[in-house]
């Protein structure tokens, strides 16, 4: 059973560049959320897709955007990056319908923004 | 609204110490209440969870007890080993339906030989 996966592992970017970062859910899991770990924080709630909408939405600026797939796969989608979004950025997934509030993190991805 | 708060770390142990890391939490309802262990250059893994209280959540030596009296749910493993360095983190879940986590600040666990 694979679980949550992510890419690319690391990523290095400039200030105003924009960049795509991808999770593919645990093996029967339909819902996708992504969060920003500052690095020595606890992760921060970017924002949650089901069923190829987004359903709720962290305190995160409209730069951040995302989108999920008919196979539950997401993407996270950052513009016109900052220093500031210099962080792990996790991919988590769910199935909330089957009575379980448990979320299954992936690896993450490191980005970098100089 | 709600929320988690860890001890501050890092807490440095020997071998075979005994481990206790503190959380409370502020929550509406009944949370579900969950720890979290991230070793260095790596994702979350769940480490255990308790959905009520008194439940006991357990998973490879460690322990932690929901305790609504007190809104705590303290992490404790009785004799830790090198291999336990990590950051650990306390985290609730509400049960309105949202499911999103609230996390600490994390824990960061150093044992030495």
């Known amino acids: 059973d694979a679980g949550v996966t992510q890419s690319p592992t690391h990523l290095i970017k400039t200030r105003g560049q924009q960049v795509t970062l991808r999770c593919s859910p645990k093996?029967?899991?339909?819902?996708v959320s992504w969060y920003q770990q500052a690095l020595g924080q606890g992760p921060q709630f970017i924002f949650q897709?089901?069923?190829?909408?987004?359903?709720q939405r962290g305190n995160f600026p409209d730069r951040f955007s995302g989108h999920q797939f008919p196979n539950y796969s997401s993407e996270l989608n950052v513009n016109a990056l900052l220093l500031g979004d210099s962080a792990l950025y996790l991919c988590?997934?769910?199935?909330?319908?089957?009575?379980?509030?448990?979320?299954?993190f992936g690896p993450g991805t490191r980005l970098t923004v100089l | 609204g709600d929320s988690v708060t860890q001890m501050e770390g890092p807490v440095t142990l020997s071998e075979e110490a005994f481990l206790t890391i503190n959380c409370t939490y502020t929550?509406?309802?009944?949370?579900?209440l969950f720890w979290y262990v991230q070793y260095p250059g790596e994702g979350l893994q769940l480490l255990l969870k308790?959905?009520?209280?008194?439940d006991k959540g357990s998973n490879k030596g460690f322990e932690a007890t929901y305790r609504k009296e007190t809104t705590s749910f303290h992490l404790e493993k009785g004799s830790v080993q090198v291999s336990d360095s990590a950051v650990y983190f306390c985290?609730?879940?509400?049960?309105?339906?949202?499911?999103?986590?609230?996390f600490g600040r994390g824990t960061s666990l150093i044992v030495h030989p």
């Open positions: 988590a997934s769910s199935h909330p319908d089957r009575g379980s509030n448990t979320q299954y």
């Open positions: 093996s029967g899991h339909d819902t």
């Open positions: 897709y089901y069923e190829e909408e987004e359903r």
């Open positions: 929550a509406t309802g009944y949370p579900s």
């Open positions: 308790a959905t009520k209280a008194d």
């Open positions: 985290a609730l879940s509400d049960s309105g339906g949202s499911y999103i986590p609230t």
